[in-house]
Nanobody, 123 residues
């Protein structure tokens, strides 16, 4: 059974950093693209970043470009999201999701989701 578990969230001051992890089990991670999404209270879920399966192509939302970095370690079945220069607008529940091979801009094309990890940026 395909399962994703996020970790690494927490409370951080503006300008700080966090590294989120998305641990996969029950499937071969190297055959899947993994996307990071976030959802703040009262807002729609939005894509943050995605990394494809084979070549590891990446993409980022404009709001996080230059601050966030996505990476994957297939041997550890884990995808990471390094978040730097965090600001209060980054506060949200962060979720990872999987789909075969390629990233997509369509949230609905990701069929497997984790439970999420809370990130709060506040002084």
């Amino acid at each position: 059974q395909l399962q994703l578990v996020e970790s690494g969230g927490g409370l951080v001051q503006p300008g700080g950093s966090l590294r989120l992890s998305c641990a996969a089990s029950g499937f071969a991670l190297d055959n899947y693209a993994i996307g990071w999404f976030r959802q703040a209270p009262g807002k729609e879920r939005e894509g943050v970043s995605c990394i494809s399966s084979s070549r590891g192509s990446t993409n980022y939302a404009d709001s996080v470009k230059g601050r966030f970095t996505i990476s994957r370690d297939n041997a550890k079945s884990t995808v990471y999201l390094q978040m730097n220069s965090l600001n209060p607008e980054d506060t949200a529940v962060y979720l990872c999701a999987a789909r075969p091979y390629y990233c997509s801009d369509d949230v609905d094309r990701f069929g497997s989701w984790g439970q999420g990890t809370q990130v709060t940026v506040s002084s």
